[in-house]
């Protein structure tokens, strides 16, 4: 799966690049002198032969340049630049930096790049970074930023609709793609039905969403990753934050360990929604239960200048119902060891533990404890995974492996009736996913760039449990009954599926301030989620491939033209644009029959139908980074359809995420006479989401049953919504410590009822009429106030 981003030394070509023999090499770490963390994407530029790196995701770089003295530029966006004079006569020369942020701030870049013109110079394409601070500043529902959300008025990105959990890239389904805190895979990113998310704010330091163009030290997913990064603490001072807003409460606080070797930060959140509204509810709704908390932590020490440790965790849940109810959580440990071999050679391993667990319960307030109903499902992988760079002057390689072990239960049910007690439900499935990857950045000419590498996957499905075979001769769309089945104990393997990933990406420089973009990947999946909902809940069923469930495969080729111009503000062009195309091939994709049972049902593979998908579309995006007023708008133009036998008279259908024109727009405003006020405001525009209607009816004794006759035949009508947002800065006063500010947002500002879904029943005055009822999750404005603090 996914490894630390950004965690190549890419060369930069400023002017014509002069001839690099093999030579010398200065290496370090460069890091916040506010707080002591490792920057991400620093530019290190060595003046006289115009080439350079980037530090990767714990601010480690390496240049490769041959004997003599050369300058050094050290540049990252909201920082002071730093000129160093390094003289190479030794061949190993350590070079660790700090940098202070700039005395004048810059207008907050929006989606920050970290060196200047790096959209054009980078060979990354089909790539977004969130800088946080910009984050915070987005409208957001409720006033609470969130980065699932702020995700979604990025290109290519797009959600079926409010209160649906995850988000859709490129046509792929939500378990398409890979959502990693610290290295960890979370399977549900969502708390309170995809409203918010699970990362604390306060906590992240750095995101990161790779769409195309993914190298080969990532697998497990064919659409995207999301690479979430976590703060490593406060290694200066002690430093405590926090908001309090309508819906939920955020505290946290980090500090120096060890004399500065170390440090750690713990932050929290919990909502309190069902604590406010207890006054209010009905004599049937008392003490109903609903709500999320979380809890995120990190530590790292400096065991010394080559060797460097990080533990951090996750622990979230969401309890949601009165007397029926259900909950989900997640839960992840990641450790990771840093060490340097050599000025060349760098090592980071990863060793994680991930759970998520969700179930259902018909007696959640324990009223009748003789009679109740409980369902239970979870997902738990072991992972260790060493990721070795290897830097050798225009040439950065990286390599290494991964082992995943998949247990997964897919459902059990305990039921009480009159005391009597029984249990049943569908027995655990165990997976061994491996994988070896190797690859090379390489400055193939001054303004040529090239990243090619190859991945081998291999998944074994084992026992113990048992494997069925199903009819094949029955009629497309219909339940296959089971045929035989057989057992298999702990030590064998029930099926094996190996595939090669190849990695392609090339970047070629028009100009100083344009470039054109190529990339080509083929990734494969293992795991899969099932549903037949309108937008996916925290109650689909998750399963692994087996002996009649294919692993999803998809090949992705894009292209892209990207252009700066204006006036250079030192770290960056004014104004940024880009286009880029896509196509995609999706094969082994899942979907269900009609009256698919996907509950505990122990013979579910008999309800799936397997097809193919395809996905293609333009992203244009243009974004201004300084000025009074900035900002981005994105415009998305894309189609996602399948082909599954005994679907739609197997011929191409849309899925239900299938979204044709997607336009957002994203302000930031800073009034230069209002030194304590600053403004945002975004708006969004989609096209509507599949819906299945019905497209006839049957009569019999006065009832009326709609009859179904195609998948996704018709459309909701068009999303579209207005935020907007003010913040007012405290107070400064000589000597204080507290930072602090008040956000007041409206979310939704002209009430506009979007439809979620549609759906049929008969008309309570006449049931032979049926009418269709539009379903939305917001039908009015939402007004909201958070006060945050930091000390």
Do not use: C
């Not at 300058?71 to 700090?98: F, H, M, W």
């Not at 046509?171 to 290295?183: A, F, T, W």
């Amino acid at each position: 799966m996914g490894n630390s981003k950004g965690q190549t030394a890419n060369s930069l070509e400023r002017s014509p690049a002069k001839t690099v023999h093999a030579g010398y090499t200065v290496s370090g770490y460069i890091k916040d002198a506010a707080n002591g963390e490792g920057l991400i994407g620093v530019s290190v530029y060595v003046k006289e032969t115009g080439t350079g790196a980037v530090t990767n995701s714990y601010g480690f770089f390496a240049v490769t340049v041959p004997p003599g003295t050369y300058n050094l530029v050290i540049s990252y966006v909201g920082y002071a630049r730093q000129t160093k004079t390094v003289d190479l006569t030794e061949r190993n020369v350590r070079l660790d930096l700090e940098l202070s942020q700039e005395g004048k701030q810059l207008q907050e870049v929006v989606v920050s790049t970290s060196r200047e013109d790096d959209n054009v110079k980078n060979i990354e394409m089909s790539v977004n970074k969130i800088d946080v601070k910009t984050l915070k500043r987005i409208p957001a529902l409720l006033g609470e930023v969130d980065v699932i959300r702020s995700i979604q008025l990025l290109p290519g990105v797009s959600t079926v609709g409010e209160g649906a959990t995850g988000f859709n890239v490129r046509g792929g389904s939500i378990d398409q793609n890979l959502v990693l805190l610290d290295e960890a895979p979370i399977y549900n990113s969502s708390h309170l039905f995809g409203f918010f998310s699970v990362f604390n704010p306060d906590a992240v330091k750095d995101v990161k969403l790779i769409k195309g163009g993914i190298p080969s030290n990532y697998g497990g997913r064919i659409s995207s990753i999301l690479d979430v990064r976590l703060k490593e603490g406060n290694a200066k001072k002690a430093e405590l934050n926090g908001g309090i807003g309508l819906i939920f409460s955020r505290l946290s606080y980090e500090r120096p360990l060890f004399k500065g070797k170390g440090s750690f930060i713990v932050a929290a959140r919990r909502s309190y929604a069902d604590v406010l509204a207890q006054p209010f509810l009905n004599k049937d709704l008392k003490g109903a239960k609903f709500y999320f908390y979380d809890l995120t932590a990190k530590g790292n020490y400096r065991i010394n200048d080559k060797n460097t440790v990080f533990l951090s965790g996750y622990l979230g849940r969401d309890v949601f119902g009165s007397d029926f109810g259900f909950n989900w959580g997640n839960a992840t440990i990641s450790a990771r060891w840093n060490h340097v071999f050599s000025d060349r050679l760098f090592l980071n391993t990863t060793a994680y533990y991930s759970n998520y667990d969700y179930s259902l319960n018909t007696d959640l307030k324990q009223k009748s404890p003789d009679d109740f109903f409980r369902t239970d499902s979870r997902i738990v992988n072991y992972s260790v995974k060493p990721d070795f760079s290897l830097f050798l002057g225009k040439n950065t390689i990286t390599f290494g492996g991964q082992a995943i072990i998949h247990d997964f239960q897919p459902g059990t049910a305990t039921a009480a009736s009159s005391g009597a007690v029984r249990s049943f439900g569908v027995a655990n499935k165990h997976a061994l996913e491996s994988a070896l990857y190797i690859g090379n950045e390489q400055q193939f000419t001054p303004k040529l760039q090239l990243q090619y590498g190859l991945r081998y996957s291999l998944f074994n499905y084992r026992g113990p449990g048992e494997a069925y075979t199903f009819q094949t001769d029955v009629p497309f769309g219909t339940r296959r009954e089971v045929v035989t089945t057989v057992a298999y104990r702990g030590s064998d393997v029930i099926k094996t599926y190996g595939n090669w990933e190849p990695r392609f990406s090339a970047k070629y420089d028009l100009s100083p301030n344009s470039s054109l973009k190529l990339s080509y990947n083929r990734l494969a999946q293992y795991i899969h989620l099932i549903s037949n909902t309108t937008a996916s809940t925290p109650l689909d069923v998750w399963t692994t491939s087996t002996n009649n469930i294919k692993p999803q495969i998809a090949d992705q080729i894009a292209g892209g033209y990207f252009k700066n111009f204006g006036r250079s503000n030192g770290t960056g062009s004014e104004f940024e644009a880009s286009v880029e195309v896509y196509y995609k091939w999706l094969q082994n994709q899942i979907d269900y029959i009609d009256g698919a049972s996907l509950i505990l049902n122990k013979y579910l593979e008999g309800d799936l139908l397997s097809g193919k998908g395809r996905a293609y579309g333009a992203e244009f995006f243009v974004k201004r980074n300084t000025g009074v007023v900035n900002g981005w708008v994105s415009y998305t133009l894309a189609k996602t359809e399948r082909q599954v036998d005994g679907i739609n008279n197997s011929n191409w259908y849309p899925t239900r995420f299938d979204k044709r024109h997607v336009l957002t727009t994203v302000l930031l405003f800073d009034p230069p006479n209002a030194k304590r006020w600053n403004f945002s405001a975004t708006f969004t525009y989609a096209s509507g989401t599949p819906g299945t209607f019905p497209t006839g009816r049957f009569e019999y004794d006065g009832h009326v049953t709609p009859i179904y006759e195609a998948r996704n035949n018709y459309r909701i009508p068009a999303y579209h919504r207005l935020d907007l947002a003010a913040t007012l800065q405290g107070r400064k006063r000589a000597g204080k410590r507290k930072d602090d500010n008040w956000v007041f947002s409206v979310y939704n500002v002209y009430a506009r009822k979007n439809a979620f879904s549609v759906y049929f029943q008969p008309n309570t005055d006449n049931p032979r009429v049926t009418e269709a009822i539009r379903y939305s999750v917001f039908a009015t404005l939402i007004p909201s106030v958070t006060y945050n603090f930091k000390f």
